[in-house]
Each structure stands twice: as C-alpha cells, then as structure tokens.
C-alpha cells in the first residue's frame, strides 16, 4: 500500500526538480527554447532527429531579433550568441570573461587531451598557448610544408600506380583520412609511414581511434558537457587507454633518439623541444609575405603569459609535448579531413568549378622547377584555390558550433535596449554553422559559389568564422588550410574527380556524426588525367 502512493510522491518530487531551474529566463526577459521536462534542448540530439550543432542552434532561428537567446542542457541553463560582433567582443575585447572552453577534462584519464591547448584552462592554457605561438608562424609553417608536400606527393604517387591508368572508385574520407595521417604522423611525431599501401601499420590504426569524433569517443566528448557531473564520476576519459600510452611511448622514444643523436628536423617536435629549452621565438625579421594561408587564416592575437607561481611551475614535460604534438595531429586530420571531403564532393558535382580550378593548378605547374611539386609560395598565390576552400569552409563549417565558459559576469546591451547579465559559471554556445548559413551575411546561402571570395571587401568577417576568433581561436588555421590546398593540388593535377553511383546527391549529413560527415559517404570515381 505504501508503494502505491509513495512511488507517485516521488515521481511527481523528481519531475518537479527536474523543471525547477526551468523560469530562470523568464525571470530575465531572455527568449528561450521551451525546454523538455529532464531534456531541456537536448532531446532531439537524444533522439537523433536532428545534428548536435542544429540542436543547439534552434534558438538562433525562432529569435531573429535579439542578440542571445537562452537554452537548457537538461536543467541547467546556458545562452547561444546570436550577434557575431558580440561573440567578436566576448573573444578579443572581453576575453577576460570567457578565458575557458566549456569541457573540463581529467588528467588523470585523459593525460593527452586534458593538456592539450583547446580543453586546457587557465594558467596552463596560458603557457602553453605563448609557448605555442611561436611555432605557427608563417616561417615555422613554410619549413613545415616541405614535410607535408613530400608526404602528399608520395602518397599521390602511389594512388596514380594503384589507378593503372584507369579509373577507379573510392570513399574519399577513407582516402584523406590516410594521406593526412601520414603527412600529420611526419610533421607531429617525426615518424614516415605508408597507409595506403599499408592501412595495418600502428601509426594509423591508432591515429585512426586518436582522431574519431563520432562513435563513443564523440558521445564521450558530449556526455562531458551535458552530464559533466556524470562523466566525472563514472572516471571516464574520451581517448582509449591503449592511444595515451601508445603516443606517449612513442614521442618519448622520439625525443631520446633525437637527444642523443642530435638530430634537428623541421616537425613539432623539434619545434616543442625548443621550447622546453626556452629557445622557441617568433623571428625577429618573420616575413610579411607567409604570414597568410588565405582569406580564412585566423588571426593571430598575442597572448600575455602571466608571471605567477603557477606559470613558473610550468614546464615542457613528454607528456607535455606529446599532447600538443597529438592534439595538431587530430585537427590536421579530422578538420582538413572534413574540409577535403566537402570540397571534393562540390567539385564533382560542379564540373565547371573544377575546370576552371583545374586550369588555375595546370597554370602554377608551369611555374614549378619539376612541374609537379607544389611550393608554399605557389599556393599562397593561388586565388581561385583559396576562393573554393574558403566557401567550402563557409557551405560545410566542420565544427558548426563552439562554446565558452564565462569565468565573470558580463553585462550587454541587448536589442531592445535591455541590459544582460551572463552569470560567472554558465556556458555559452556560439553558432558558427549558423552565422555562415544566415542569408543576411551570405545571400543565397546553400550554393556553393566561390566567387563570394573573389573580393575579400564584400565578406562580413565578423560573420565568417571557420576557425573561430580571438585569443582562443585555431591556432593552426596555418597549418590545416595549406595541407588542404596542398592535397587538391595534387588530386586535380593527377585526377578528374566525378559522382560515384554510390554517392547521394544532394548530400545528407549524418546526425549521429559529432562532427560534419555525409550519412552515406563521400564516393567518387577518380579518373586519371594523363599528365
């Protein structure tokens, strides 16, 4: 009998807290997404009707007329920026409200991610963050790129021998994913390694679970930030055990075999082992002319490394250099990866782009010595080439959404005129997918037209975000954007990219993906151009 009505009591008691934060905005004047009961926003992202960073930004569409909206993770509230000059203001001006990315990871059981720039907060983020800088210049990336043009020649050789001169089907993020591990194995680790024709070595089987965002990794990642409490408890880590201890043997080997053998090779690690000797500096004289990769480089913001007990505790430890080496090797697959697939599958499906991109490739190999071998200087050169990445990055963002932390109240001015207060604690989600998909900034948003780039004057760079803005925006915008331009190269200068019968048109991206991928894959037959 007790159970009866004790078992309602307590239902009807946990409902009740499970809504009990639910008039927090009203109490504001905040518009808001009417939230689920226990769910909040996030039911739709359970369910899966709908992508994680579409989820998040609902509010974005049904409140046109303000510059943030609230939302609720379960039953904890957060906000989603509308304005991109008041994310721009947040990210440089303010930043000392919004210092921290929302995830707070583990050291304990995640050794590499936690140190690594993007989940690193405070003092550490700090340090490594200044101590880092150095290393993306345009000078560091051009003494990189012959690294990453190798690797990609290499590679593309071996793809044009598999061909025999015939055409041939391929999924290509299988294909990109193995060319960028290969190129981000040499330029992160220091180690050469052949995945094409050898997709068993350990370098990219591992790199493979290292890089993934979608499976339990990716629902790992999202399960930190919507049940942090949760994640906490459980003592989960996102990456596996066996990549920690496999990446962390493996630098640390590095390192001694190069100590030893006094071996200097222009890669991160060579770059990160300077800075644990203090020895890593922007030059002096760094060239003017290297520091662009194109209309989509972020821009680089001085970081000032705070003097404090903390700071001088800090130091360039393996496990250390080991993150940041694994975490530019996971953007330099997963983003360029992403942005290669997106790209290829628009030049498919718009041949005439690809022609007149083709012709433009076509006209720089007659300036190269061997007519094969792209050069920094070359790309940098390249209008049409950044005119077509720059749109991909725009059409197909590969992280749609990301997020800060407030670590102070801040108050602004809204719309009406009202003023705001975000609370020190609370999450804010910034839309960029959403930005870039508004056709008040991009008119005509879902065609894909390079030609929005061919006068920089006319792009609202408040707007167009692909690598975020401010003090914690990618620091190796450099980096990625170039080992993209440096793959197409070589892919329409050996090949003719064209739809695959397996290939859906118009794409479907995958909802259940963390990050932007085609539900049913990238397949395209590659011809071979005879050249």
């Excluded at 974005?60 to 203001?89: A, C, Q, W």
């Excluded at 496999?246 to 300077?274: C, G, K, M």
Aim: overall charge neutral; some cysteine.
């Amino acid at each position: 009998m007790f159970l009866l009505w004790a078992l309602p009591v307590v239902l009807y008691l946990v409902y009740r807290w499970s809504v009990a934060t639910y008039d927090y905005f009203e109490k504001r004047n905040i518009p808001y997404v009417k939230p689920v009961p226990f769910f909040g926003q996030v039911w739709s992202f359970f369910t899966q009707e709908k992508h994680a960073s579409d989820v998040a930004s609902e509010g974005y569409y049904m409140f046109p007329n303000t510059r943030i909206s609230g939302v609720f993770t379960l039953r904890t509230p957060g906000y989603l920026v509308h304005d991109p000059e008041l994310f721009k203001d947040m990210a440089i001006r303010d930043f000392d409200h919004f210092t921290d990315h929302v995830t707070n990871l583990s050291m304990e059981y995640d050794p590499l991610l936690a140190r690594s720039l993007f989940f690193s907060v405070g003092a550490q983020w700090r340090h490594h963050r200044t101590g880092l800088s150095p290393a993306f210049t345009g000078n560091k990336i051009r003494n990189m790129f012959v690294l990453l043009s190798k690797s990609a020649g290499d590679a593309m050789n071996r793809l044009v021998v598999f061909s025999r001169g015939k055409p041939f089907t391929m999924e290509l993020r299988d294909l990109y994913s193995k060319l960028g591990n290969d190129a981000m194995t040499s330029i992160s680790f220091g180690v050469e390694v052949d995945s094409l024709t050898d997709p068993e070595n350990e370098f990219f089987l591992k790199g493979k679970r290292l890089a993934t965002v979608d499976g339990l990794p990716g629902l790992k990642l999202l399960m930190n930030v919507i049940l942090p409490g949760l994640f906490k408890f459980l003592r989960l880590g996102v990456l596996y055990k066996d990549v920690n201890e496999f990446y962390l043997e493996a630098v640390s080997t590095n390192i001694r075999y190069r100590e030893q053998n006094y071996i200097n090779r222009p890669d991160f690690i060579h770059l990160l082992l300077q800075a644990r000797k203090n020895g890593l500096h922007a030059e002096q004289t760094e060239d003017d002319k290297f520091q662009s990769a194109g209309f989509s480089t972020a821009e680089t913001h001085t970081v000032e490394s705070q003097r404090d007990a903390a700071n001088e505790n800090l130091q360039w430890t393996d496990i250390d250099i080991t993150a940041a080496a694994a975490s530019f090797f996971f953007g330099g697959i997963e983003t360029t990866t992403t942005l290669l697939c997106f790209a290829s599958y628009e030049l498919a499906v718009n041949p005439a782009i690809q022609a007149r991109l083709r012709a433009e490739i076509d006209g720089a190999r007659e300036e190269l010595a061997d007519g094969r071998t792209p050069t920094y200087e070359i790309l940098q050169k390249m209008k049409y080439l950044d005119m077509v990445v720059s749109e991909t990055l725009r059409r197909w963002t590969p992280f749609g959404l990301t997020n800060r932390r407030c670590t102070k109240n801040y108050t602004f001015t809204n719309t009406d005129g009202t003023k705001i207060t975000i609370e020190k604690g609370l999450n804010l989600s910034i839309p960029l997918k959403a930005f870039h998909l508004d056709e008040k900034f991009f008119p005509d948003p879902l065609r894909f037209d390079p030609e929005r780039f061919s006068n920089p004057n006319n792009i609202n760079q408040d707007a167009y975000l692909p690598f975020g803005t401010g003090l914690r925006n990618c620091i190796g915008s450099r980096l990625a954007l170039m080992q993209a331009k440096c793959f197409l190269f070589y892919m329409l200068s050996n090949f003719t990219i064209e739809p695959g019968m397996k290939l859906t048109i118009p794409l479907e991206v995958d909802e259940t993906s963390a990050g932007m991928n085609a539900k049913h894959g990238f397949w395209m037959n590659l011809v071979p151009r005879y050249v």
